[in-house]
Every structure is written in C-alpha cells, then in structure tokens.
C-alpha cells in the first residue's frame, strides 16, 4: 500500500517537491512537479531511496492515482502546466501523468498548504499599468498579482484588485510598461566578469599607437600586481596589425596579453610567449593559429585555439575573487532588466564560480549552462559521455543553475584580417577580387553530424556558433541528419550569431525546428561591418548580413542574446534590430531586414525563455509563471525606435523579489 503524503521539503534544492510516497511509513520515492525537462537532477536525490524503480512503476499507473484521489484537484496546482514524476532511476524512466492526476494526488494530504479552497490574498499587486505578458495572444493587461515566487493573476484593475489583502503591498504604475524579465539567450556572464577589473577599450577602434597610449594610462590608474599579467580586453581588431616590436613597447617586463571584442584574437607580448613556452617549434593548434615571421618565429598575434595555449600559462584565478566579479556584473545586469542567462560556454572553471554565488545565496539570476565542446582537448566520440557527466555535476538547481546544453563552435569571426568564419564563397582582396581563402572549417561534416545525432539523442540542447554562410549550412545539414536519425527534437537547438545566411537555408530554420539565436546590437553600419566586413564579401552577400527579417519571414523563431562580454544592453539591442543603424541620421544597415519591436521584445522575452527550455517558467507574465519581471521608464512599443537604447528600467523582479529597483529622483 502507497501512501502519498506531503512532504516539509527534506530536499531545498526542489523547491516544488509535494509528496513523499511511502509504503508501509518508509519512504520509498517522491513525487514532484518540474516546470523545466530536467535530466541528471535524479543524481542528486538522496541514496537512502530504494534503487528499484519497480516500486514506483506501480505507482505511475494512472488508474491507481485516479482511484486514490478522492477530492478536487486544488487550484494553484491546477496551474501548473506539466508535471513531471521522477523515480530515483535514471532518465529512462520519466514518466509524464496529467496535472489532473498530480493535483489529485496532492490533495490527499491534509497538511496540504497549497490545496486551500479560498485564495489567500497576494504579496504584490501592480495596477494600472500596460503589462505586456508576452502571452501566446501577446495580450496587454492593466494588473498584475503575485503571491510568493509566482505571478496568481493577470488581468483588469478590477479583477485582480480582488486579491489586494491588509498586507498587500500595491503598486499603482500610473501607466508605465512592464514586460517579462529580460533573457539573455547567448552571453558569457563569468567568463567576462573578470574584465571588469582588467584595462577595458570597450571595443573602440583603435590603431597601434592609441592602444600604447590607452594602455600606458590603464598601467597609470591600476598598474595591479607588478608580478602578474596585464591584460587588456575588448579592443577593437578590425584593421589593427601589431607587431611584436610594439607590444614590448606597450609592456616589456610583464607577460602581457591583448584580447580583441569577441575573443577570436589576441596578442601576446614577449614575455608572455616565454611564460607560455611558446617558440618557432609550437605547432599551430587545431582550431588556432600562431602569427608568424618568415622564419616561423611566433610574432605574437594568436588566433582562436592558440589563444588558449597562452591563457593556460596565466596562474590561476580565484575562485571567491571571480564570485565577486559576477556579482558585480550580475548586480549591473539585473539594472538593465536582465533575470535569465544562458551561458554560451561554460567548462568546471566556470560553473564553480556560479556555484559558488549560488552556495552564499547570491545567485540572483536564473543561470543555464552549455558545456564547450574543446575539440582541443577531447575528442568528438568523448565529448557527449563527457557533456553527460558535466550536466549530471552541475543539476544543482533547476530553477537557477544548471548546464544541460552544449555549445559547439563551427568558424570564427567574419572581419578582416581575421577571416575566420566558413564562408560558402571565398573572401574578396580589398580590390574586390576573390582569394581562395573560404575561412577554416573547424569539424568535418561527418563528425559533426554524430555528434549533433549523439547530444540530441542525449537531450541536450545543442547551441551552434556559426558566423559564415559555410558554417550555418554546415550545422543545419547536422541537424538535418540528427532530425533523420532520431526524429523530430523538442531540444530547442539553435544557431547563434548568423552573421551571413545564404537565402536557400532561411526556410530550413522552420523546417529543422532549429532557433536563430541573435546578436542584433551589431546590425548597424560600425567598422566591423563597413571597414572589416562589406568590402571583403561583395554587395550580394552582404544584403544578408544579420538577415533578421528573411529568418522571420521564412518562419524561423528568433531568440535574442547580446554576447557580453562587448555589452549586455538588450535595450539597444532592440533598437539596432529595428533601426539597423547607428544612430539618428546614420545610414542602416541594408533596412530590409529590419525586424519590429514586438518581434525582437518576443526574441528576448518569451522566444528567449524556450531556447533556454525554461517557458513553463519565465518568459511571459501569466499567471502560475514566476514573478520575473521589469518596470520600464518608456513605452517603447510607442516611442521613436532610436530612443530605446535610453530606456531606464525602474525596477526588477526575479522569483517575486525585488532584486533591483531605480534609485528615486
Ligand atoms: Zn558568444
């Protein structure tokens, strides 16, 4: 006999356990509900559970809990829009019962708190406002009530002013406009925290001797640790040739390492070779290349692969130090409206550092992980079993940090004279001739087909970095063998960044199930594009460069992430998708691909949300979602698109909580 009996939450990492199912008053499993697929959270429960998922087999039967359940199935549960059961084996056996069976079975116990007839009155009521859900209808309401964590009701003034209690705090919005919390589908919070602290060129652009001068002042203003690296980061490559005569001017007694906006160059000094133990006999790494002279000396440019070579001599940062950055940065983000981060690389580095804001109760952000696929270090057969193992290790909280995707890089970087990303047609010589560089391929198709085929079949949410047309042709016929060998994937994968599109692949975006995850805050004409990109690939390629608008039209979901490092403002992300240009006055960037503020507000809210899997949580405001949300000083469905950049966000909510909120004029 089984007993269902509710649980005073033994385990806090499920903050939404409900039962403990016991036989005979020993715990033998328990039943929870999980807003988000979640695979490898199983490891985490506790060893004492009776390995024999038999014991729970019987329980799974939907009659048994039909016959069970004797009274109406409660309310707040009745919003929840999946229920997940999970038996303390693995994986392989989830079963997925109706919400009506869970709410049933949850009405059994009498300690049941959430199963109370009446509604309590809510914590929070906001009124008066121009809510955009981001619900399916895109519907736009007066009020918003949120009782702890989750959002109770949405709706007119009237009808949720029914929840406000004695110890309701309200606020009236006298008009202003609030959307979902913002999610950042493709950004690198802990990677780029620690450059808060480093000498920061922001991306300008820069020739040799400016950089001198911005450094000189950089080691000026904090000169740090005499004994360790200098680094300098974001600084513009397009155009910029460095010598290695030059960065011992900038630095000759420090390893010193130059990062460009992007990561996909870099220049290290003399010393820093040496420390590195870099010499003419290094080879060139796969995925990498060593700049050199003619006599195969490295001259200290580093390109991708062979970056990393050089980091790894760099002594180890800091575990509690590198929490303290993200906070930080973390603190700045939440100012700018962001609640939800997909991390677009992570490796165990990176995940201790989450952890450890998650341990001291600081993660004030929703975090999800894709593990890197280093084709440097593992081998493509190992990689899946490997990224298995990473997202068991990291299911630490389903709600807020988890790595349950895998990146995978296809090319690097399209400006010259980089020229990394995989173009279908060669690059053009800067008097528009064509070369017969196509930009690297970075995995062969075979290999790259089992290995998409490999991490769908596991579950991952497989995130591609493709920028040339090559790359992005590359990885869809990847997804195109996977659809085949495994069929249809609710996986959510996507292809970030798409710089270059070549028109036949907008319609298989749709057809693959594949999102274009997009960077829209470069869809404008800056140096990137016009001095780096435009003369080297031709005007008839360049029509469909960023090609937002052809994406849309051809049916493609679009999720928006802005890959900080440069800059973590959606807002002007916003406004480049729709004004593609600089600024009032500036030429645009082939306008036709201009997308409208509904589109690209959808790509950061609620599109953003199913890439990361997390919209049976987050995403839109409706009611039984969490309380993550933004209160914005504009309405930029209203206003002149170029002065969206300028928006202030008032106040940010996360999980019902006011984590950030404007200071008062
Ligand atoms: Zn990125």
Not at 338 to 361: C, E, N, P, W
């Given at each position: 006999?089984?007993?269902?009996?509710?649980?005073?939450?033994?385990?806090?990492?499920?903050q939404?356990?409900?039962?403990?199912?016991?036989?005979?008053?020993?715990?033998v499993?328990?039943?929870?509900?999980?807003?988000?697929?979640?695979?490898?959270?199983?490891?985490?429960?506790?060893?004492?559970?009776?390995?024999?998922?038999?014991?729970f087999?019987?329980?799974?039967?939907?009659?048994?809990?039909?016959?069970?359940?004797?009274?109406?199935?409660?309310?707040?549960?009745?919003?929840?829009?999946?229920?997940?059961l999970?038996?303390?084996?693995?994986?392989?056996?989830?079963?997925?019962?109706?919400?009506?069976?869970?709410?049933?079975?949850?009405t059994?116990?009498?300690?049941?708190?959430?199963?109370?007839?009446?509604?309590?009155?809510?914590?929070?009521?906001?009124?008066?406002?121009?809510?955009?859900?981001?619900?399916?209808?895109?519907n736009?309401?007066?009020?918003?009530?949120?009782?702890?964590?989750?959002?109770?009701?949405?709706?007119?003034?009237?009808?949720?002013?029914?929840?406000?209690?004695?110890?309701?705090?309200?606020?009236?919005?006298?008009?202003?406009?609030?959307?979902?919390?913002?999610?950042?589908?493709?950004?690198?919070?802990?990677?780029?925290?620690?450059?808060l602290?480093?000498?920061?060129?922001?991306?300008?652009?820069?020739?040799?001797?400016?950089?001198?001068?911005?450094?000189?002042?950089?080691?000026?203003?904090?000169?740090?640790?005499?004994?360790?690296?200098?680094?300098?980061?974001?600084?513009?490559?397009?155009?910029?040739?460095?010598?290695?005569?030059?960065?011992?001017?900038?630095?000759?007694?420090?390893?010193?390492?130059?990062?460009?906006?992007?990561?996909?160059?870099?220049?290290?000094?003399s010393?820093?070779?040496?420390?590195?133990?870099?010499?003419?006999?290094?080879?060139?790494?796969?995925?990498?290349?060593?700049?050199?002279?003619?006599?195969?000396?490295?001259?200290?440019?580093?390109?991708?692969?062979?970056?990393?070579?050089?980091?790894?001599?760099?002594?180890?940062?800091d575990?509690?130090?590198?929490?303290?950055q993200?906070?930080?940065?973390?603190?700045?983000?939440?100012?700018?409206?962001?609640?939800?981060?997909?991390?677009?690389?992570?490796?165990?580095?990176?995940?201790?550092?989450?952890?450890?804001?998650?341990?001291?109760?600081?993660?004030?952000?929703?975090?999800?992980?894709?593990?890197?696929?280093?084709?440097?270090?593992?081998?493509?057969?190992?990689?899946?079993?490997?990224?298995?193992?990473?997202?068991?290790?990291?299911?630490?909280?389903?709600?807020?940090?988890?790595?349950?995707?895998?990146?995978?890089f296809?090319?690097?970087?399209?400006?010259?004279?980089?020229?990394?990303?995989?173009?279908?047609?060669?690059?053009?010589?800067?008097?528009?001739?064509?070369?017969?560089?196509?930009?690297?391929?970075?995995?062969?198709?075979?290999?790259?087909?089992?290995?998409?085929?490999?991490?769908?079949?596991?579950?991952?949410?497989?995130?591609?970095?493709?920028?040339?047309?090559?790359?992005?042709?590359?990885?869809?016929?990847?997804?195109?063998y996977?659809?085949?060998?495994?069929?249809?994937?609710?996986?959510?994968?996507?292809?970030?960044?798409?710089?270059l599109?070549?028109?036949?692949?907008?319609?298989?975006?749709?057809?693959?199930?594949?999102?274009?995850?997009?960077?829209?805050?470069?869809?404008?004409?800056?140096?990137?594009?016009?001095?780096?990109?435009?003369?080297?690939?031709?005007?008839?390629?360049?029509?469909?460069?960023?090609?937002?608008r052809?994406?849309?039209?051809?049916?493609?979901?679009?999720?928006?992430?802005?890959?900080?490092?440069?800059?973590?403002?959606?807002?002007?992300?916003?406004?480049?998708?729709?004004?593609?240009?600089?600024?009032?006055?500036?030429?645009?960037?082939?306008?036709?691909?201009?997308?409208?503020?509904?589109?690209?507000?959808?790509?950061?809210?609620?599109?953003?949300?199913?890439?990361l899997?997390?919209?049976?949580?987050?995403?839109?405001l409706?009611?039984?979602?969490?309380?993550?949300?933004?209160?914005?000083?504009?309405?930029?469905f209203?206003?002149?698109?170029?002065?969206?950049?300028?928006?202030k966000?008032?106040?940010?909510?996360?999980?019902?909580?006011?984590?950030?909120?404007?200071?008062?004029?």
């Amino acid at each position: 006999m089984l007993n269902f009996r509710l649980a005073r939450d033994p385990f806090p990492k499920f903050q939404a356990l409900l039962c403990n199912i016991t036989s005979h008053s020993k715990v033998v499993g328990v039943l929870y509900w999980s807003p988000i697929p979640l695979q490898g959270v199983y490891s985490a429960m506790p060893a004492s559970l009776p390995k024999n998922h038999s014991t729970f087999s019987c329980c799974l039967q939907e009659s048994n809990l039909r016959s069970a359940a004797g009274r109406k199935p409660s309310r707040a549960l009745a919003l929840l829009p999946v229920v997940l059961l999970a038996a303390t084996t693995l994986s392989t056996q989830q079963h997925r019962i109706q919400l009506d069976d869970l709410a049933k079975v949850a009405t059994l116990s009498d300690a049941d708190p959430v199963a109370s007839a009446a509604d309590p009155p809510a914590d929070l009521v906001l009124l008066h406002g121009k809510i955009h859900t981001e619900d399916p209808k895109r519907n736009v309401v007066q009020a918003m009530a949120v009782r702890g964590n989750t959002i109770i009701a949405v709706g007119t003034d009237q009808t949720v002013s029914i929840l406000v209690g004695p110890h309701t705090r309200t606020i009236d919005l006298r008009g202003q406009v609030v959307l979902p919390g913002i999610i950042d589908a493709h950004i690198h919070p802990a990677r780029s925290a620690p450059d808060l602290d480093k000498c920061n060129l922001h991306g300008d652009s820069i020739s040799a001797t400016e950089l001198r001068a911005r450094a000189a002042k950089c080691l000026k203003e904090n000169s740090g640790d005499a004994k360790s690296w200098f680094e300098v980061v974001q600084v513009d490559a397009v155009g910029l040739l460095l010598t290695l005569d030059d960065l011992d001017s900038i630095q000759s007694d420090r390893p010193m390492l130059i990062v460009s906006s992007g990561s996909h160059r870099a220049w290290a000094n003399s010393a820093a070779l040496k420390a590195a133990d870099v010499t003419a006999a290094t080879k060139d790494p796969i995925g990498g290349h060593f700049g050199r002279d003619t006599n195969g000396i490295p001259t200290g440019t580093l390109d991708d692969n062979a970056i990393d070579i050089v980091t790894k001599a760099m002594p180890k940062p800091d575990v509690d130090l590198n929490a303290a950055q993200l906070d930080r940065a973390f603190t700045a983000m939440r100012a700018r409206g962001i609640t939800s981060v997909q991390d677009a690389g992570v490796d165990d580095r990176l995940m201790q550092v989450y952890k450890r804001l998650y341990d001291t109760h600081r993660l004030n952000m929703r975090v999800r992980g894709s593990y890197v696929f280093d084709k440097a270090v593992i081998p493509a057969k190992a990689f899946v079993p490997q990224a298995i193992e990473f997202r068991k290790k990291w299911a630490i909280d389903p709600y807020f940090l988890r790595a349950d995707a895998v990146k995978i890089f296809l090319d690097g970087v399209i400006e010259y004279p980089t020229q990394t990303a995989a173009l279908l047609d060669p690059y053009l010589d800067a008097a528009g001739r064509p070369t017969d560089n196509r930009g690297p391929s970075y995995l062969p198709q075979d290999t790259l087909n089992h290995l998409i085929a490999e991490a769908d079949a596991a579950g991952f949410t497989i995130h591609i970095h493709a920028i040339g047309d090559r790359a992005v042709r590359s990885a869809l016929d990847a997804f195109a063998y996977s659809r085949k060998v495994n069929g249809p994937s609710d996986n959510r994968d996507q292809i970030a960044h798409l710089e270059l599109v070549d028109p036949a692949d907008f319609p298989r975006f749709k057809a693959l199930a594949v999102i274009a995850n997009l960077q829209l805050d470069w869809a404008e004409r800056d140096d990137w594009i016009v001095k780096g990109t435009l003369p080297y690939i031709g005007p008839d390629r360049a029509r469909y460069l960023y090609p937002a608008r052809s994406l849309r039209n051809a049916g493609a979901l679009i999720a928006g992430g802005t890959d900080w490092g440069y800059s973590f403002d959606a807002f002007a992300a916003m406004e480049h998708a729709i004004t593609r240009s600089e600024g009032r006055g500036k030429e645009p960037l082939f306008p036709e691909q201009s997308i409208g503020i509904e589109d690209i507000v959808a790509a950061h809210t609620i599109n953003a949300a199913y890439a990361l899997k997390q919209e049976r949580i987050t995403g839109s405001l409706e009611a039984g979602k969490r309380g993550d949300f933004i209160l914005l000083d504009r309405d930029i469905f209203a206003i002149d698109p170029f002065d969206i950049h300028d928006t202030k966000v008032l106040a940010t909510y996360l999980d019902g909580r006011e984590v950030y909120a404007a200071a008062a004029k």
